[in-house]
């Protein structure tokens, strides 16, 4: 027989209970962690969004009504109401004595994952029970690391003149062209979602010369690999009356700033994840490295072929990662790499495009845009996309398109490497691959 929630609502969460609160009433909600039967003392590790607490039930200091209705299973959801007492030995140096416990939920015998944090099950199978898996310390962890990040971004930005914007994420044409688009049925005819808000937020910096957005996009990519996805949560920024030089100062601050945020906010969960001397504030600036410095170290030093012009192999990236471990920009690609909107330097054969690496990991990719129309009717054509295709965007272009450049960084990729996790599908709650569209 279940408990009805009535006119029980939570008075606290586990991390308000502090010894302040010694000899007050409280009501915690969460689930069971832990159980212990000793016979005349039992214990319960209660578990809610921000930690947990020990309820301590011994007999004859509680009710026998009490004492008698708790026999609890891993992960029940239960009210507590009871009284904060000093215990040293107890999470937190407190516990609560209940005067009064409500099952909400019970579970069944055998969890199909362990929560207890003794093993770690595949991670298929916790995905498959993501719902109970995003409950381990492990996972709030990284989630709360996750919540930083975005309060973090949103605040630097904020605070330098930045526009949060929402663009569409059902499209009519492809954004980069390409094939790695998701169609769908818009009514009585076709459309795709979003590869990425690369043009919408080209046109809002016409309009608030600063702006990002934080959102999904969709990548066709049947990539089964530890670092791919095929939704995708990314910081999108684009700067007007800007270069590239502009977005590498300003990129490189945020990043130094949100593991600032991170460090000084979420430093438990970064030692829970045994990350805490990894995770470290980096030195800015970053070091600039040209394409061509960095070709030139592979195959010399690497023995590694790549001739100029070609993309860097993983197995070249896993070399470079192990001479350069922190972050750094690889600057000017070759133009024949970048797609239509990115400006050409002075020398037409290179590219005012970076990416953003750790160590071996590519964070982001950047540059400065083409805002002159006639040169980006002819970039298209280059790269074999039609300008009629492509006629709204351009005539945005007509209205005083001032100079502009951005960049978009992976939030997944970047928690990955953040929290030490060996798969990207670690940092989404509900990852969308290849193999996997539910739950």
Request: aromatic content about 10%; glycine content about 8%; proline content about 4%.
């Amino acid at each position: 027989m279940l408990d009805e929630l009535g006119e029980w609502r939570k008075t606290h969460y586990t991390k308000d209970v502090s010894s302040e609160l010694i000899g007050q009433e409280v009501i915690l909600g969460g689930w069971v962690r832990n159980y212990r039967d000793l016979g005349g003392l039992k214990f319960i590790n209660l578990q809610d969004k921000y930690g947990e607490r020990q309820i301590t039930l011994k007999k004859g200091v509680v009710s026998n009504e009490v004492f008698e209705k708790i026999k609890v299973g891993y992960q029940y959801c239960i009210m507590v109401k009871g009284k904060v007492k000093d215990f040293k030995k107890a999470p937190g140096g407190i516990e609560i004595i209940p005067s009064d416990v409500k099952i909400l939920n019970k579970t069944p015998e055998k969890l199909p994952i362990d929560m207890t944090g003794e093993t770690i099950s595949e991670l298929d199978l916790r995905l498959n029970n993501r719902g109970l898996d995003l409950r381990s310390l492990k996972n709030q962890a990284i989630f709360g690391i996750r919540g930083e990040i975005l309060r973090s971004i949103r605040k630097f930005l904020f605070a330098n003149d930045f526009t949060e914007i929402t663009t569409p994420k059902i499209i009519g044409t492809a954004t980069e062209g390409g094939t790695e688009l998701f169609p769908i049925m818009y009514f009585d005819r076709e459309a795709f979602l979003t590869q990425s808000a690369q043009l919408y937020k080209e046109q809002l910096s016409g309009v608030y010369e600063r702006v990002f957005e934080i959102s999904p996009c969709f990548r066709a990519e049947k990539s089964r690999t530890k670092r791919h996805l095929c939704e995708i949560f990314v910081l999108d920024i684009e700067m007007a009356f800007a270069d590239m030089s502009d977005v590498l100062k300003n990129l490189e601050e945020l990043i130094h700033d949100v593991i600032k945020d991170i460090r000084a906010n979420q430093m438990d969960a970064l030692k829970l994840l045994k990350m805490e001397n990894k995770t470290i504030v980096p030195e800015i600036p970053f070091p600039r490295y040209s394409y061509d410095e960095i070709i030139d170290l592979i195959n010399k030093k690497f023995g590694i072929t790549i001739e100029w012009g070609e993309d860097i192999s993983t197995e070249a990236y896993r070399e470079l990662g192990k001479e350069l471990t922190g972050y750094y920009y690889i600057l000017n690609w070759p133009m024949s790499l970048k797609p239509f909107y990115i400006k050409q330097s002075k020398d037409p054969k290179y590219s005012e495009s970076f990416d953003l690496q750790m160590g071996w990991l590519e964070l982001t990719s950047g540059g400065t845009r083409v805002h002159n129309k006639k040169q980006l009717m002819a970039a298209l054509e280059v790269k074999g996309l039609n300008p009629a295709v492509f006629e709204s965007h351009l005539r945005t272009f007509d209205f005083g398109m001032p100079p502009h450049a951005g960049v978009g960084l992976g939030i997944a990729r970047w928690l990955t490497f953040i929290c030490g996790l060996d798969d990207i599908r670690d940092a989404v709650m509900y990852p969308r691959t290849p193999d996997r569209l539910t739950p």
